[in-house]
């Protein structure tokens, strides 16, 4: 029901910064938990963060923690991921994902029902 673009994709450098976005369409993404998802070249999706509908519950993955922040940006209809110090294993396609069952299960990709196309975010090193 919702539609998800993600933007904010490009190539960094080992200790640099990326901002991406997922914006919703056609529903009020603030009614959705969201998750951002990321897999490089032969391997699995993995689980990256996830924040809850009213914003204040996040989870992350221990790859990313205390350097990704995940956030609502509710006037835009979007939820941020702000990646800081980024390293060459964060290389990934990254996804968001949304779901509107509260219940879901936060890190697992096949509990959301709705994926945006992905951005590339390359970091050299």
């Known amino acids: 029901q919702i539609h998800l673009v993600e933007s904010g994709g490009g190539s960094v450098q080992a200790g640099g910064s990326l901002r991406l976005s997922c914006a919703g369409s056609?529903?009020?993404?603030?009614?959705?938990?969201v998750g951002w998802f990321r897999q490089a070249p032969g391997k699995e999706r993995e689980f990256v963060c996830a924040i809850n509908t009213n914003g204040r519950g996040t989870k992350y993955a221990d790859s990313v923690k205390g350097r990704f922040t995940i956030s609502r940006v509710n006037a835009k209809n979007a939820v941020d991921l702000q990646m800081n110090s980024l390293k060459a294993e964060d290389t990934a396609v990254y996804y968001c994902?949304?779901?509107?069952?509260?219940?879901?299960?936060?890190?697992?990709?096949?509990?959301?029902?709705?994926w945006g196309q992905g951005t590339q975010v390359t970091v050299s090193s």
């Open positions: 994902a949304a779901d509107p069952v509260r219940s879901v299960v936060y890190d697992w990709p096949a509990s959301y029902a709705n």
């Open positions: 056609g529903r009020f993404l603030s009614s959705y938990v």
